[in-house]
């Protein structure tokens, strides 16, 4: 069955870099891969990025994401909250786990004021992944639509992060969008197919580089 006109319109407006969260603030470590010569121009960011995907991004937020939305529609309490657990207690940084409180807090305020029933139903604080899942949820897309729609709205962000970290021109900027939307159906599906025990969050490179992040001299991000 294809996805109605209304969920599809609420997908892009979830992926939105526009959506008031605070996504454009933060590199998730890009900032400190650029600041120690591990980033350094347009060829090694796409790599990168293409790589976090993959290796991190595809493992766990996109994985519990597509448990999470049948969890909210089926009303799981149980199940939310062991995912939601999982994510803040895998958050291997005090920059990363103020990402995901920073921006799941977020979500949850913008979704009192445009669907004040949805937001009701976070009865205590979520991470960003569980928060975008519940937003997803109450549209009729599918949890593959509404991963593809999550993983985008990341890339934008990723890729603004590097256009002004490594720096990059906006031409640079479009052509690393279009390599990570080509990798996000894969990345996705990888996703859905994932069991619970294969499901991790062991980026030490990241970890490290976030921890880094915090002492940095100079930075442009939160993260």
């Keep these: 069955m294809a996805i109605s006109d209304a969920s599809l319109l609420q997908l892009i407006w979830l992926a939105s870099p526009a959506l008031p969260i605070g996504g454009f603030s933060y590199s998730e470590g890009l900032e400190s891969a650029v600041d120690r010569g591990l980033v350094g121009d347009e060829k090694s960011a796409t790599q990168w990025l293409a790589d976090q995907l993959h290796l991190t991004l595809a493992r766990s937020d996109l994985a519990v ?34 990402q995901t409180e920073q921006m799941g807090r977020s979500m949850v305020e913008w979704l009192k004021s445009v669907q004040p029933q949805t937001a009701a139903r976070a009865t205590h604080p979520l991470s960003y992944p569980l928060a975008f899942a519940l937003a997803a949820s109450a549209c009729d897309a599918t949890p593959r639509e509404c991963l593809l729609a999550f993983a985008f709205g990341w890339a934008e962000n990723m890729m603004q992060s590097a256009i002004k970290s490594v720096p990059l021109g906006q031409s640079a900027g ?50």
């Design 65 to 98: 994401i597509g448990e999470a939305i049948p969890a909210w529609r089926e009303g799981n309490v149980e199940g939310v909250a062991r995912l939601n657990d999982w994510i803040m207690h895998t958050r291997e940084s005090s920059e990363s786990r103020q």
């Design 174 to 223: 479009q052509r690393i969008l279009l390599r990570l939307a080509h990798e996000i159906p894969a990345a996705v599906d990888a996703a859905l197919a994932l069991p619970d025990d294969r499901r991790q969050a062991f980026s030490p490179m990241l970890a490290i580089l976030s921890a880094q992040h915090e002492a940095q001299y100079s930075r442009l991000f939160r993260s």
